[in-house]
């Protein structure tokens, strides 16, 4: 059984940074694509960020480029969002995504998703 868990989330102030992790089991990632989403009240969920399985292609929302970075370290099933210069417009949760199919780029709602974790920006 596939489980994600995130963390690293939690409360900091605007112009702070935070970096989140995402470790999966149950499953080596070496072959699949991943990526982090985030759902804002009142508001559609998001793809923020997304890394092919051998991080050599990444892409960013447009809101994300040149503030977050993703990577990934297959040795520890692990990846990573790495949020610096942090805005209030950045409060959610942030949900780390796998995907179901091997090197496939894309992500969606038929993937594995963790259980998200919180970020807050006071401004």
């Known amino acids: 059984q596939v489980q994600l868990v995130e963390s690293g989330g939690g409360l900091v102030q605007a112009g702070g940074s935070l970096r989140l992790s995402c470790v999966a089991s149950g499953r080596a990632i070496t072959e699949y694509t991943m990526g982090w989403f985030r759902q804002a009240p009142g508001k559609e969920r998001e793809r923020v960020a997304r890394?092919?399985?051998?991080?050599?292609?990444?892409t960013y929302t447009n809101s994300a480029k040149g503030r977050f970075t993703i990577s990934r370290d297959n040795a520890k099933n692990t990846i990573y969002l790495q949020m610096n210069s942090l805005m209030p417009e950045d409060t959610a949760v942030y949900y780390c995504?796998?995907?179901?199919?091997?090197?496939?780029?894309?992500?969606?709602?038929?993937?594995?998703w963790g259980q998200g974790t919180q970020v807050t920006v006071s401004s």
């Open positions: 995504v796998l995907n179901r199919e091997p090197y496939r780029l894309s992500l969606d709602v038929g993937d594995y």
């Open positions: 890394i092919n399985w051998s991080g050599s292609f990444t």
